[in-house]
């Protein structure tokens, strides 16, 4: 069974950064497209960024272009998203997804989500 396990969200101030990590065990990693997603309160879940099983030409929602950065290292079956210059915004608990067909999109693996909290 695929379990997604989503780790190093927390409280940051406005401006700083945090990185987010997704282990990912019991399925075939390195085959998987990988997306990072967020949920604010009250808010529809929104798409941050994604990376297809090959990492290249990573896409990135608008509001967090130039800010964050999606990698992932098939050695250690995770996936990573890098957080920049954070901003308040950005408070929401983050997803990370598995699309089994090695694109971005049609997820079909969650992870249960890590809280990122920014203070302005």
């Known amino acids: 069974q695929v379990q997604l396990v989503e780790s190093g969200g927390g409280l940051v101030q406005a401006g700083g950064s945090l990185r987010l990590s997704c282990a990912v065990s019991g399925g075939t990693f390195s085959r998987y497209g990988m997306g990072w997603f967020r949920q604010a309160l009250g808010k529809e879940r929104e798409t941050v960024a994604g990376?297809?099983?090959?990492?290249?030409?990573?896409y990135y929602v608008d509001s967090v272009n130039g800010r964050f950065t999606i990698s992932r290292d098939n050695a250690k079956n995770t996936v990573y998203l890098q957080m920049n210059n954070l901003k308040p915004e950005d408070t929401a608990v983050y997803y990370c997804?598995?699309?089994?067909?090695?694109?971005?999109?049609?997820?079909?693996?969650w992870g249960q989500g890590t809280q990122v909290t920014v203070s302005s």
């Open positions: 990376v297809r099983w090959s990492g290249h030409n990573p």
């Open positions: 997804a598995a699309s089994v067909n090695g694109e971005v999109g049609s997820y079909v693996y």
